[in-house]
Structure formats: structure tokens, C-alpha cells
């Protein structure tokens, strides 16, 4: 089959020196060749441009990546393994004809905030009623597989949930004199599974003066390229760069290091639509992670204290993909009383990996006990994180090993520590 000679050229920068496997999660816990950046770009060179093999029977290969490009940190060519790895999928959802159903899980979930409000609200009925416990106890779960054992990891819908309420919540705080405007990407999971974690970044940068909006956004879109579907992630990504243009914002600041790689590379999604590319970089030269805008205007330093030792576990799309990481750990390290003691392979994926889970439980929790045993022997009482889906994963790793380490953002540390100190 013909590719792009673009892409062509991604498959072809491999020179199979094989510096990634000392970097690859997947491949550190199993061993297996084909489970790493060499392997996998192997098989799929096989499959494209050899022609040896059908990209159907490289389906695990092409799934079980968790997409971190830790592979990329030492590679002498600079060979962007997740970028191939989504190119495949997509190619293979293409030869599926698989675009009809994900398309309508993304635009009528995903892409509605109505169906998404109306989804948690269920969720939360099913927890007021007992049903969610009932499932759980009654061994149901069990029978979904992999699924399953992923909605045991899902938090408990708190009330009050939902952007309006956001919202609202913005405007009650909102400093008097502020000094600068931002406008707030809760994303899905602060917004809708963890209000808690979306209150307390709004609150803590209305500590630092700021005034915060909370604009309609939908999701992001990342979901969707790691499922083959650049297509339902433009529809996304166009829906909320129309939004902005509304907006009169120094900064769109997100508390989520998943959503926030992924805005800032909305103008890859449209590299054959000028118009919406140039729209798509002037959205995205706005976006910041929320532990970047908070370095870059300075912290307040007007904060309790938090007796704790503390170490830090870098989200894969907050240090590779946006190369932030001294951020959270210059935070970190001013809050009085907090000790800062640094993780061996603070940046390796936990395995969370958005929904990795859902298709490759076994294999995610095997990384995660990788992680946990490097938590576990910083000594420390707290384990601090800066993505949803890693403070959900590592979690789950501390309850399932019994070590009563929390797991907190970085952000609901400062909330904690802020809210000691009333405002003036």
C-alpha cells in the first residue's frame, strides 16, 4: 500500500540500536522484544511498507503501547514512537471501518457536556442507591474483564459536580483588583469525577490574584488519537478553539497534564486546514500547565504548613510531551514543612496511560507495581502528581499494596495549605 513519504520517513529513522528498551515501562516488565519502540516500529515497517504481515495481526502490538515516548529520551535519531503508533492505529481503524461507532462514542459523550453532566449524574444516582456497591460485591464487574476491574478504580462522584457549578464558584472568589485573567480548562475528570480537584484550582489561583473564568470547554480531545480517530479529536479541538476566540484571557490554564499536551499540539491536528491551523497555534500559544503559570507570576507565599515527606511522580505528557519538571517541584519544595525527596524513575509511566486499562489491565498494574516499589522507597508519606489519571493509578497501586501513602495534585497541596490562611 502507498503511505505518506512523511510518514514513510517516521518508520524509516529507526536504525534498531535498540537504546529504547532501557526506557520502555512495557518492555522493563515483560521483556518481550516486540513490546518495545524497536519492536513494535519493527512490525509495523513490517505491515506498511513490506508488506510481510496484515496490521491486524500487530493489534496487540499496537495497543499495548502506553504511548509515553520515554523511548524517545535517548534515541539518537529522535524517532517519535508515539506519533507512529497513532499514525497505525489510525491506519488500521481506517481498513476496520471502525470511524462510525468511536466517532459517536466521542461526539455524543466525549464532545457533549450535556451527555457528559447527564452520564456522572447516573453514576452518582448508582452510588446514592447502592447500585454501583451491589455491582461490585456482586461479582458482575468480574464478568466485563478488564473494564471492570478499571470501574473498581473510578472515584466516587461527588455532588455539586459540573462546569456551571464551576462556575459559580469562580464568581463568588473572584479578587477584587486582579492581575491578571485566565480562562480554566477543568477538562473531563476534574469537572464531572474529581469537583474537588477543579474547586481547588480555581480557588488557589484566585490566591495568587488571578481572576478565573471557566468557559463551556469540551473534552480536549485526546482520547480519541489513541483509538485511530484524529478525526472526532479535530471535531473536538474545533469546537473549543471557536470558543476561545470569544474570550478575553491573558492565559487558558489547565490542571490536567493530559489535556494540557494536548492543546498546546492542536495545530498538528490541522496541517491541511491553513485557516484552522493558524486559529489552532494562536489557541494553543495560550495554554498553559497550571504549575507553569503558577512559577512564571510567582507564588504566594501567604500558606500554612504541611509536615510531610513528599516525593513527586512525573505525568509522561506534563515531562515529555511539554518538558515540564522542575515546576511542580520548585512548588513542592516552598510550602513549609513539606519535605521534597526525589523518586528513582520519577518520570516512568505508571501505566495509567488514559484508558490503557480498559484493553490491558494486567499489563498496566504490572507497571504500576514497578512504580510503587520506587514510591515506597522514598520513605515517603505522600505521593504528589499533576494528571487525574496517574493520581487515579497510583491510588489504586497504594491500596492494593497496603502502604497508606496519599496521593494528592499538587494543586489540592496548595489548596490545603492556602485554605489555613484565610484571605485578607
Known sequence: MTISPEKKDLLLRCNKCGFCLAHCPVYKVTGIEWASARGRIALIRGALLDEQLELSEIRDSLSNCLTCNACVDDCPAGVQTAEIIF???EEL?????????????FSQLLGSQANLGRATRALRAAEITGLRSAAEKSGLLKLAGDPGKVFKMVPRVGPGSGLKNLARLAEAGQPAKPASRVAYFAGCFAAYL???EAAATVRTLQRQNVQVSVPQFGCCGIPAPAYGDRRSAR???RRNIILARSLKADAIVTSCASCGSFLKEYAGLFKEDAETAEAAREFSAKVKDLNEFLVEIGLSTEMGTLKEKVTYHDPCHQSRYQKIRQQPRKILKNIPGLEFVEMNESDMCCGAAGSYGFKNFDLSMKVLDRKMENVQKTGATLVASSCPACI???RAGSKRRSTGIRTLS??????EV????PRK
Open 194 to 196: 474529581d469537583f474537588e
Open 392 to 394: 487515579m493509578q497510583l
Open 235 to 237: 471535531a473536538m479541538a
Open 410 to 415: 499538587v494543586v489540592k497541596l496548595l489548596d
Open 93 to 105: 481503524k481506517k481498513r476496520s471501518g471502525g470511524f462510525a461507532l468511536s466517532g459517536l462514542v
Open 418 to 421: 492556602y485554605r489555613q490562611k
Open 87 to 89: 499514525n497505525t492505529r
